[in-house]
């Protein structure tokens, strides 16, 4: 029996995936190993968000080659499509596949085990959505609602290595739902790489979406993972804000908050807008005595171009206005092919650590006054599997993590308490 290791890189969306990948491997007869365990082929699914992350890349292929130099390396995701002639000159890497070429990894790997496929390739397209949810985790599952992107924001190469924003339809997203309430798992987080564009490819709507979830059984709770803000519609708030599983936490990507770098980044909103977004979240889902919406918001220091006096805008903004439970800082990345690479006014990378480490001591600071503004709180934690120094742990509706001494019947189980 061939054995295979699964090493995932990047978002939510590659943890989907790779799970996928797992699950269809098993089914073929192959054995799932881990990386460090006698592996014959390797299956890396990469990212490219970084110049960080490409790095990463290319050292764990070159480390599972010198760790194993006679396994084949098959290497799939957002890298992968980018840079696919660099990667299939690194020794050990037989496959590569791109972004848009994941539903030919399986079929093609067990052609090559079973001697029916020539002995490398490289292969890229543009077509294709390859539909996954993670397992393994017996609480939540990431489902893969969406795929790609169209919006080319003007720091992002995400739009190259992903393709266009595509879906499969509401029908069959219904049906991968069911299968994993089949496994006994409560609570689902809806992902995507452009979550909220949902249904370009099938004319449908998100909302379509979201309600036709909503009635499957023994699904308990979802999460949306990430959704662009001029894609959250208020039809959709108030949808979520009339008592369906959906819960009070929302992941919304800011970047900035300066108008003129907002623009300059090519977003598809201002700060106006954005405030008003959230105040209408906070108006339709809080009530007195109720739990408080958890914001998770992205945020990127040091943009071509950000000046102190930007940067101090954006501070404010998050400061004064949004008040969050948590900001995803993220220093800029320069990568090759986006508009922003092209500017010289470049922002030194001191100054950009300064700025994320600003960023992420407010965002300690809001995280404190979130937890304590839902002191007294009466809520609901779906406790998870795992054990750590005879502790478990949950989250309730709103992500406020809580843990209690280790009790294996509370596992995947929603306890009532108060915060
Ligand atoms: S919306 Fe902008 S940042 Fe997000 S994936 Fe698309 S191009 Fe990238």
Redesign the pocket.
């Known amino acids: 029996m061939k054995k295979i290791a699964f090493i995932t890189l990047g978002c939510k969306l590659n943890y989907a995936e790779t799970s996928t990948y797992e699950r269809e491997f098993v089914r073929n007869g192959l054995q799932v190993v881990p990386w460090d365990k006698d592996a014959d082929i390797f299956l890396v699914n990469t990212c490219t968000v970084t110049e960080h992350s490409d790095k990463k890349c290319r050292n764990i292929i070159r480390k599972l080659h010198r760790l194993r130099p006679e396994a084949d390396i098959v290497v799939t995701g957002c890298y992968a499509q980018l840079k696919k002639e660099e990667i299939s000159g690194i020794g050990g890497v037989r496959f590569v596949f791109g972004a848009e070429e994941k539903s030919r990894v399986v079929p093609a790997v067990m052609d090559y085990i079973s001697g029916n496929r020539p002995q490398s390739s490289c292969e890229t397209g543009m077509d294709r959505f390859f539909p996954a949810f993670s397992s393994g985790e017996r609480t939540r599952s990431f489902l893969k609602v969406q795929d790609g992107?169209d919006?080319?924001?003007a720091y992002?190469t995400?739009?190259f290595a992903r393709g266009a924003s595509r879906n499969i339809p509401v029908a069959r997203l219904v049906a991968q739902a069911e299968e994993i309430a089949a496994e006994g798992i409560r609570e689902i987080v809806l992902t995507g790489?452009?979550t909220g564009d949902f249904g370009k490819s099938t004319g449908e709507k998100f909302i379509d979406l979201l309600k036709a979830l909503n009635r499957v059984e023994g699904i308990e709770r979802y999460r949306i993972s990430s959704i662009?803000p001029n894609l959250l519609t208020d039809e959709t708030v108030d949808w979520i804000a009339s008592g369906t599983k959906f819960l009070p936490h929302f992941h919304i990507?800011l970047q900035s908050g300066s108008d003129t770098v907002l623009k300059e980044m090519g977003r598809r909103y201002d700060t106006a807008f954005f405030e008003s977004k959230i105040r209408y979240i906070r108006e339709r889902m809080e009530r007195p005595g109720s739990l408080k919406v958890f914001f998770g918001i992205d945020v990127i220091a040091g943009f071509p171009g950000e000046t102190g006096e930007l940067f101090m805008e954006t501070f404010s903004f998050l400061r004064d206005r949004i008040k969050p439970a948590f900001i995803h800082v993220f220093p800029y990345s320069k990568r090759a092919g986006t508009r922003a690479a092209l500017r010289r006014d470049q922002v030194q990378d001191s100054v950009k650590t300064d700025r994320v480490r600003e960023l992420e001591l407010l965002s300690d600071r809001l995280h404190k006054e979130f937890i304590e503004s839902n002191k007294g709180m009466k809520a609901r934690v779906l406790f998870e599997s795992s054990e750590r120094n005879g502790m478990m742990a949950g989250y309730t509706e709103n992500y406020i993590k809580v843990e209690r001494p280790y009790d294996s019947s509370l596992t995947g189980r929603i306890a009532e308490i108060i915060l």
């Open positions: 992107c919006y080319f924001c992002c995400v739009p790489v452009n662009e990507p």
